[in-house]
């Protein structure tokens, strides 16, 4: 595809795969989502969980116009024959009394879980995953600490201590407790992982297709496909199934960056 097409360049996929989106949230990242939803096409949409921000909803309201614009979107989708199926995750669970009813909403069906099955054949289980929380004791904020955050920590231990000493209290380390914490999210996410691909393991499917911890993720748990498709709050990712049955994980922010800047380039080569 030419660079500059890119930036206007419509998607064609058999599934797209989303989740944790957090409408109702000001961390929703609704203009990236809005965005994607607008470029791409596809015979089946899964919402796995987490799309609209309940427990947010109930103490601070933000909902602005790029909220309702993402709604729209959804809904266009299903009104153009898209297959749009709908799995309440914790943070709207006010959709999961309504689970017995089999609802549909505005062609949008609402299912406790789904089954998806790829071009290849492959059986693919569609949760949430907060089912799972309770093995799994998660601390995702720490496991997303980032080299500059640990420098800045490691800056923050040092006058931390200065003050402790000051106090006459014995030296303690920030930095190794917070490398600590770091290693137990890791190992968090790994428990996480093997549970989610046991209990697809155990119910006679090929995969899992979960979302709840913002780690977008495709890897073989020892037999079992264990796939993640992120979220829209701390990064702009989801999982794409080709028309060939080809399984990728996007990331619509990172794409975004490389079309404008690849287009950019070419503006600027063909200026000279
Ligand atoms: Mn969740």
Redesign the pocket.
């Known amino acids: 595809m030419a660079n500059q097409d890119l930036l206007a360049a419509r998607f064609s996929y058999r599934a797209v795969f989303i ?2 989106t957090h409408l109702g949230t000001r961390d929703c990242r609704s203009d990236f989502l809005s965005d994607f939803l607008s470029r791409i096409t596809c015979e089946q949409l899964y919402l796995v ?2 799309i609209i921000d309940g427990w947010r909803l109930r103490r601070s309201w933000y909902w602005d116009e790029s909220h309702n614009e993402v709604l729209r979107k959804i809904v266009c989708h299903a009104r153009s024959g898209t297959e749009v199926t709908y799995v309440p ?3 709207d669970e006010m959709f999961r009394g309504w689970l017995p009813l089999g609802l549909e909403i505005c062609g949008i069906r609402l299912r406790g879980e789904a089954a998806h099955v790829t071009r290849q054949g492959k059986r693919l289980l569609v949760i ?3 089912e799972f929380d309770s093995v799994v004791r998660y601390a995702k904020f720490l496991a997303l600490l980032g080299d500059r955050a640990y420098d800045a920590a490691l800056v923050a231990n040092r006058w931390f201590n200065a003050v402790r000493r000051r106090l006459g209290y014995p030296y303690w380390s920030l930095s190794a407790w917070l490398k600590y914490q770091v290693k137990e999210a890791v190992k968090a996410i790994d428990r996480f992982e093997a549970a989610l691909a046991a209990e697809a393991r155990r119910r006679g499917f090929d995969g899992v297709v979960c ?3 913002h780690h977008a993720e495709m890897r073989e748990v020892r037999d079992i496909l264990y796939i993640n498709d992120g979220d829209w709050v701390e990064s702009c990712t989801a999982l794409v199934e080709h028309h060939d049955g080809r399984l990728e994980l996007i990331d619509w922010a990172a794409l975004n960056r490389l079309s404008v800047s690849t287009s950019l380039a070419v503006q600027v080569a063909q200026a000279v």
């Open positions: 989740s944790d969980g987490d995750g914790n943070h949430h995953g907060d979302g709840h911890i």
